[in-house]
C-alpha cells in the first residue's frame, strides 16, 4: 500500500492513516477519505500549480479564490491543512486567519500561509495570528511538500489528542467530560426538535466487595470486562460513558424510555451470566436506572434527567438490585413528574 520509494508527499496520506498508533489519526470511517487541503488563494495560476502538485499524492484539494468562500468551505469541510495566500482583495489572509482562529470548528486546522510578502514582520504577524507555517512565494515544491506533510502530522496529533481527552483510560469509554458534552448537546435537540432521548445510569452491584477481597487490579479487571458488556449490547447510535467509579451512563438518541429499558435489560442479564476471565468463580450483577422522554418535550436541563435516571437507580437498588427501574417522564404536554416505575428483572 505505501509507496516502495520513500518518495515524499506520495504516501503522505497513508502514513497520516497507518503512522497514528493505536488510533489513527482519522476515524475508522474516514481511513477510504483523503484527507483534505484547503487551498485559499485568490491567483488561479497558484490554484492550478498546488492542485498539479499535490494532487496525485494523497490529498483532496479543495479551492477556494476569496476569504469569506475559503471560510465557509473550512468550517464545511474542516479540511486537514489550510494554504492561505495572505495578499487577496477584499477580506485579507490576516483577515481569514483571525476568521479561522475564532472558530471552534477550525481553530485547531494547521494554517500554512503563502504569500509574496518576505518582509520578516508579515511573517511575525502571521505566526501571532496563529499561523502554523509561512512558505514565501515563488515556493519551491519540495519545500511547500514537506511543509504540508509536517502540517499533517501536526493535524494528526491534534486530532489524536482531542480523542484522548474524551475517552476513558481505564474502559475505552467516553469519560465524564465527554458525556456531559455529549449530553448537554442531546437535551439541547431533545428540547429543539423534540426527538425523544433516554439516559441509563448504571452501577455494578457490590462492587466495593470485589476491591477489597481481591484488589484493585481485579476491579480494575471487572470494569473493562462490564465496559466490553455493555458495548457488545448497545446500538451504533448508543453513547456508552463511564460516569465515575463503577457507574456508568448510556446516551440513547432518538429512543424512547421503553426502548431504552430493553437494552438495558439485555445488558443486566449478560452481566448477571457472565463468566469473568480471571475470576471465574465470580458472579456480578448490576442495577440500572432508566428514564426517557415519551413523545412530549421534557423541558428539564441535562442535570434534572440526570437526577430522574438517579432515581430510578436508587429504587433498583433498594429494591433488590440486579434489575433496571424505568422512570419514564409522562406523555403529558408539559409534564415533568416521573411516571410510574417498570421493574424488570
Ligand atoms: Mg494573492
Redesign the pocket.
Known amino acids: 500500500m505505501r509507496c516502495a520509494g520513500g518518495c515524499g508527499l506520495s504516501d503522505f496520506a497513508l502514513d497520516a492513516h497507518l503512522n497514528g498508533g493505536e488510533q489513527g489519526i482519522y476515524l475508522v470511517s474516514d481511513l477510504n477519505t483523503q484527507p483534505v487541503v484547503l487551498v485559499i488563494?485568490?491567483?488561479v495560476d497558484?490554484h492550478r500549480l498546488i492542485a498539479a502538485r499535490l494532487k496525485s499524492e494523497g490529498v483532496q484539494i479543495v479551492s477556494a479564490s476569496d476569504g469569506p468562500q475559503g471560510l465557509a468551505l473550512a468550517r464545511a469541510q474542516r479540511p486537514a491543512v489550510v494554504l492561505l495566500?495572505?495578499?487577496?482583495p477584499g477580506m485579507d489572509g490576516y483577515a481569514v486567519l483571525r476568521g479561522l482562529k475564532n472558530d471552534q470548528c477550525t481553530v485547531n486546522v494547521p494554517v500554512i500561509v503563502l504569500s509574496?510578502m518576505s518582509d520578516s514582520s508579515d511573517k511575525v504577524q502571521a505566526f501571532e495570528l496563529g499561523a502554523t507555517d509561512y512558505v514565501t512565494k515563488p515556493f519551491d515544491f519540495a519545500e511547500l511538500r514537506a511543509r504540508v506533510k509536517a502540517a499533517l502530522r501536526l493535524d494528526h496529533l491534534l486530532r489524536l489528542l482531542a480523542d484522548r481527552a474524551e475517552i476513558d483510560g481505564l474502559t475505552g469509554l467516553n469519560n465524564r467530560a465527554s458525556f456531559n458534552k455529549r449530553w448537554a448537546a442531546e437535551v439541547n435537540e431533545h428540547r429543539r426538535y423534540g426527538h425523544p432521548v433516554s439516559l441509563a445510569m448504571l452501577d455494578i452491584d457490590h462492587f466495593k466487595k470485589v476491591n477489597d477481597t481481591f484488589g484493585h487490579p481485579a476491579g480494575d479487571a471487572v470494569l473493562q470486562e462490564f465496559a466490553g458488556i455493555i458495548q457488545a449490547n448497545v446500538r451504533s447510535t448508543d453513547v456508552p460513558c463511564r460516569f465515575g467509579g463503577e457507574e456508568f451512563a448510556i446516551i440513547m438518541p432518538h429512543t424512547a424510555a421503553g426502548d431504552a429499558a430493553t437494552v438495558c435489560e439485555r445488558i443486566r442479564a449478560s452481566l448477571q451470566s457472565h463468566v469473568f476471565r480471571r475470576h471465574p468463580e465470580h458472579r456480578l450483577t448490576v442495577s440500572i436506572g432508566v428514564t426517557g422522554s415519551q413523545g412530549a418535550v421534557v423541558d428539564l436541563p441535562p442535570e434534572g434527567w440526570i437526577e430522574q435516571a438517579d432515581q430510578a437507580l436508587y429504587r433498583a437498588k433498594n429494591s433488590g438490585r440486579n434489575r433496571v427501574v424505568a422512570a419514564p417522564f409522562p406523555n403529558a404536554p408539559g409534564g415533568t413528574a416521573p411516571g410510574p416505575a417498570v421493574a424488570a428483572a
Open positions: 488563494d485568490d491567483s497558484v495566500d495572505l495578499d487577496m509574496g
